[in-house]
T-cell receptor
Framework: AQTVTQSQPEMSVQEAETVTLSCTYD???????LFWYKQPPSRQMILVIR??????QNATENRFSVNFQKAAKSFSLKISDSQLGDTAMYFC?????????????FGKGITLSVRP | EPEVTQTPSHQVTQMGQEVILRCVPI?????FYWYRQILGQKVEFLVS????????KSEIFDDQFSVERPDGSNFTLKIRSTKLEDSAMYFC????????????FGPGTRLTVL
């Protein structure tokens, strides 16, 4: 079974600064996908970024990038130029490739507050 | 852009009552999921559904829960006899064969059991 660990319950960052959210996972699978989801106060689940395990290159999406270390089973999210709208809960998640058993396994989440 | 919809947005029920939560997944998607999030906690997998049958379920998904895709568009979660601890946000998600492994989430149904 897969496990996802987010050990920091909350973080705070000044607007325009950079912040890194940590995530580790455990799996015996060789092919899988990792995700960061954002959950604002509306509680909608919004995909921020995804990483395919077979790709060595770290994914980037505008101000969001990841540091994927497959051997260490680490998947951190870096948010550059933090904005007030980034205030939300962030969940790291693991998924096996698309198929009948491709459920998402989430970490406990981290509450990020962006200070003006 | 296609989206997953869920109704109702908020459901209040008495303990012991049956509730049905409804979801309309994205039309060409093949895999469907229900997740639960108790307030302030992580999102937990309940069940996945493919080819008109359950493909995987978690320990939470006991005999009180059932899922159905009655008409090829709706995907429902039924809780037969609700308990106080069933109070949570319930998310439906769907996944297509060509959606690059992204599960699309609905806005959720907040279930309150009194």
């Amino acid at each position: 079974a897969q496990t996802v660990t987010q050990s920091q319950p909350e973080m705070s960052v000044q607007e325009a600064e950079t912040v890194t959210l940590s995530c580790t996972y455990d799996t015996s699978e060789s092919n899988y996908y990792l995700f960061w989801y954002k959950q604002p106060p509306s509680r909608q689940m919004i995909l921020v970024i995804r990483q395919e395990a077979y790709k060595q290159q770290n994914a980037t999406e505008n101000r969001f990038s990841v540091n994927f270390q497959k051997a260490a089973k680490s998947f951190s999210l870096k948010i550059s130029d933090s904005q007030l709208g980034d205030t939300a809960m962030y969940f790291c998640a693991f998924m096996k490739p698309t198929g009948a058993n491709s459920k998402l396994t989430f970490g406990k989440g981290i509450t990020l507050s962006v200070r003006p | 852009e296609p989206e997953v919809t869920q109704t109702p947005s908020h459901q209040v029920t008495q303990m012991g009552q049956e509730v049905i939560l409804r979801c309309v997944p994205i039309s060409n998607h093949l895999y469907f999921y229900w997740y639960r999030q108790i307030l302030g906690q992580k999102v937990e997998f309940l069940v996945s559904f493919y080819n008109n049958e359950i493909s995987e379920k978690s320990e939470i998904f006991d005999d009180q829960f059932s899922v159905e895709r009655p008409d090829g568009s709706n995907f429902t979660l039924k809780i037969r006899s609700t308990k106080l601890e069933d109070s949570a946000m319930y998310f439906c998600a769907s996944l297509g064969a060509t959606s690059y492994n992204e599960q699309f989430f609905g806005p959720g149904t907040r279930l309150t059991v009194l």
